[in-house]
């Protein structure tokens, strides 16, 4: 099924018109893997994902990831997926437990450090605790993702692989003893 989609799909010039004009673009994000499909670049692709969607960043998560995709090298399409965890639905209950971190772990320091006389002193407290705490999630998430996408695409192979091998001893086998492989009766 992958070859024919691969076969049949259109060219890089006809995917997107501005590509057959502009080769400089097109080379760059060819060459920067955003679009590869590899394991390391999928795995990257998920750590760029975990690291912007775990972020308070609503409005520049998509800018965030493709930035950050092409500056790692990652997968595009996987980061774009993987930062749905911080979809509408769910915004609302990480960002108050990001807060609730970042004030546990940071407050003390962070009224310390700053004044908080006025609302804008209490505005930066609380972005900077909202801040501090996702970062606190984002970073050990994206680190995880990269390294279970990575353990996991080396256990598929591996299993496609040993799935590859078992076909090709049971036709050898069928061949052996003279009976034809395609006949499955």
Not at 45 to 55: E, I, M, N, P, S
């Amino acid at each position: 099924m992958r070859r024919f989609l691969l076969r049949h799909r259109p060219s890089v010039s006809r995917r997107h018109p501005l590509w057959g004009e502009n080769h400089r673009l097109r080379d760059w994000v060819i060459r920067s893997g955003c679009l590869t499909f590899r394991r390391e670049q999928v795995a990257r692709g998920v750590a760029v994902g975990l690291l912007v969607g775990f972020t308070p960043t609503v409005g520049f998560q998509t800018l965030l990831m493709l930035g950050g995709c092409l500056l790692v090298g990652g997968n595009f399409p996987a980061a774009f997926l993987v930062s749905w965890v911080s979809n509408p639905l769910t915004m609302t209950p990480l960002y108050l437990a990001f807060h609730e971190l970042g004030e546990y772990a940071f407050g003390a320091w962070l009224e310390r450090v700053i004044s908080h006389t006025d609302w804008l002193g209490e505005a930066m407290i609380d972005l900077s605790c909202t801040a501090l705490g996702s970062l606190m999630v984002a970073i050990p998430a994206a680190v995880l993702g990269y390294l279970a996408t990575l353990g996991g695409a080396e256990v598929w192979q591996r299993r496609r692989h040993a799935a590859r091998d078992r076909r090709r001893r049971a036709r050898r086998a069928l061949q052996q003893q003279g009976a034809d492989p395609t006949d499955q009766t």
